[in-house]
């Protein structure tokens, strides 16, 4: 594989890696706290950039994986007595089934209607768990606090969950890697700059979309199952928050979309700078516009992001920089 | 024969683009397809490729019933074309471009060997020197160059070129023109849209022109130009069908 010896691969991974070791070394719960967000974001943009990035595709929906995946894996967890590493499987495969199911039915659309169809996904399964009982409708689920034993206490258990975390973190980026330096990433990327010549020149398009858009599931219903399951409750509004997907768009586009390292950065950014938002008085109860305005400047002077923007800048930078 | 249209039909809403146009290709070959604009060539193109299904008739392409059947059905089996207005996948580089041919046509090909032959097919287009820049950089012949490079690199059967000449000066032609020739020498049988007569006239060996949707007439070069339904509807002025003639001997 001479994928693996690309440094760019090894600074997109090593960055990581390294804020997610921090908490590891130091013991410290307070910075396990901070870097939980920050990778849950990582993976979260990452994942978003295979489908926003790669295949040019805008979904305004991304949480929605994050969300069902998150309900699937907690109803395994509460009421079928599974533990933590299958219920984060189980989360895994029921977003991949969604999107292999919703991406045969709407992937059809193109540009602004295709986003338009994505909001209303995340809203139509926003309704649906609402009313579902067995997953406990608009009350949503609780964690039995006897679970934790068999992690060996909760404080073990969070530290186990981070742990989980931090590989799928890892997991995602390499994913992310391998597709975008793959013959299938070029098909998507084709798509992206132009889908009718990619079809002419043989891309099947429906296909490769339907096949993206399902990479870019797979994780966030993980990780859904693990951030959920480190809170001990479920509801629907804080599984299907529409603005989340919003900041993911945001964290994609700051670091540079189509780039494995820019949606890294990006999320690493954006969540710094939400947490200086957060705690200043004047900004906390509008950090969301805050997020919007950024978007905005981004996408008027610097569509590229960040990492986009160096890579055209310093050609040289992208050995390094994929 | 590679590719036979028969009977083939295309309308949009009122209009009639395309009026039973038959055609058969023997492998081989070059076949040049001219007529005014709005002739409905371009339709034509889209039909065989299948961007539009039929209104009516059947296309049949090695063999088989093509009619209906999504372009990238088309692209494995062997067929390629480049665009009138070039479609350039701007943000990748002018070496992805043409490995998207080579790793999405006829062959296949992975992404090592999709680079040797892209690599072969950009010197064999003369942008060797250009691989790494982006293709949304490149000039309009350059452009023109590179989809003629995608296209070839998917090593088709049988190759649509739409335009390949419009848009470049004499020399550019003339270097073209070479390469049309020598592609057909490798065995690919091609449809060229042209406007450049004389370009087209030396380079064909069959000559299909339509005029409004219509098969007005088929033929060698000289047969062609020879024809007074042509000349009223095409050329225009019998003189420049004489010199025209006087070419192609």
Known sequence: MTALRHPGLWLSLGVPALIGLWPIVTQNAANREVVFTILMSMVLASSLNIFLGYTGYVNFGSIVFFGLGGYVGFYLMSAQGVSLVPAILGGGTASGLLAFVLGRAILRLRGAYFALATIGVNEAARAFINNFVPFGGP???????????????????????????????????????????????????????????????????PDAKTWAYVLSAIFPGMIGVLFFFKNGNVEPGDAFRLHASIETIVMVMLGGAGTVFGPLLGAGLYQRLRGLLLVSPIFKNVQLVVAGILLLLIILFVPAGVVGWLRQRFPRLRRVLE | MILQTLGVSM??????????????????????LIGPNGAGKTTLFNVINGIYP?????????????????????????????HQIVQPLTDLSVM????????????????????RVADETLQFVGLGARHEQMAGSLNVAQKK??????????????????????????????????????IRRRGVTIIMIEHVMHAVMNVSDRIVVLDYGEQIAEGTPSEVSKDPRVIEAYLGDPDLAARLTGSVR
Not at chain 2, 54 to 82: N, Q
Not at chain 2, 96 to 106: D, F, K, L, Q, T
Not at chain 2, 148 to 157: G, Q, S
Request: charged share 20%; proline share 2%; glycine share 10%.
């Open chain 1, 139 to 205: 009350i949503g689920m609780s964690l039995n606090f006897a679970v934790y034993t068999q992690y060996g206490g909760a404080t073990h258990a969070l530290w186990f969950a981070y742990r989980l975390l931090l590989i799928l973190t890892l997991g995602v980026i390499l994913v992310s890697f391998l597709v975008k330096t793959s013959r299938f990433g070029l098909g998507l990327q084709a798509i992206r700059e132009n889908e009718d010549a990619a079809e002419v020149m043989g891309v099947v398009a």
């Open chain 2, 11 to 32: 309308r949009f809403g009122g209009l009639q683009a395309l009026n039973r146009v038959t055609i058969d290709l023997p492998e081989g070959q070059i076949l040049g």
């Open chain 2, 54 to 82: 039929p209104s009516e008739g059947r296309v049949v392409f090695l063999g088989e019933d093509i009619a209906g059947r999504r372009p990238y059905r088309l692209a494995h089996m062997g067929l390629a074309r480049t």
């Open chain 2, 96 to 115: 992805e471009n043409v490995m998207v041919g080579a790793c999405y046509g006829r062959e296949r090909l992975g992404l090592s060997a999709a680079r």
């Open chain 2, 145 to 182: 160059r590179l989809e003629l490079a995608r296209a070839l690199a998917a090593r088709p059967r049988l190759l649509l070129l739409d335009e390949v000449l419009a848009g470049l000066n004499q020399t550019e032609i003339a270097s073209m023109v070479q390469t049309v020739a020598e």
